[in-house]
């Protein structure tokens, strides 16, 4: 397994949309620009880009629970309380990659 170091530019990443004859779509951080893709019709894949790190997070969160519920058994099932926070965080990282 890999480790949980982060070694990429941390997020949030913002995407920016600057017209001239070839729409770029510029991908950055509080750290500045570091990725561009060029043609409107990129902007769905800046926008996934961009949300990687949040992606990132939510799978590294939920798997580290996961992993100790599998850990301890049939005993440490996650409530569905749990069940439904997982959800709404995978949901939230869907909806930025999607740009929604």
């Not at 799978?59 to 569905?80: D, F, I, V, Y």
Request: proline share 5%; with cysteine.
């Amino acid at each position: 397994m890999a480790s949980a170091e982060t070694k990429h530019t941390p997020g949030p990443w913002t995407i920016r949309v600057a017209t001239a004859s070839i729409p770029t779509i510029h991908v950055s951080s509080e750290r500045g620009h570091f990725a561009s893709v060029f043609g409107a019709r990129h902007v769905q894949d800046a926008r996934l880009i961009a949300a990687a790190p949040d992606m990132l997070a939510t799978l590294r969160t939920h798997e580290n629970r996961l992993s100790q519920c599998a850990a301890r058994g049939e005993r440490a099932k996650p409530t569905t309380a749990e069940l439904n926070d997982m959800l709404a965080d995978f949901r939230a990282a869907i909806a930025k990659a999607e740009g929604r």
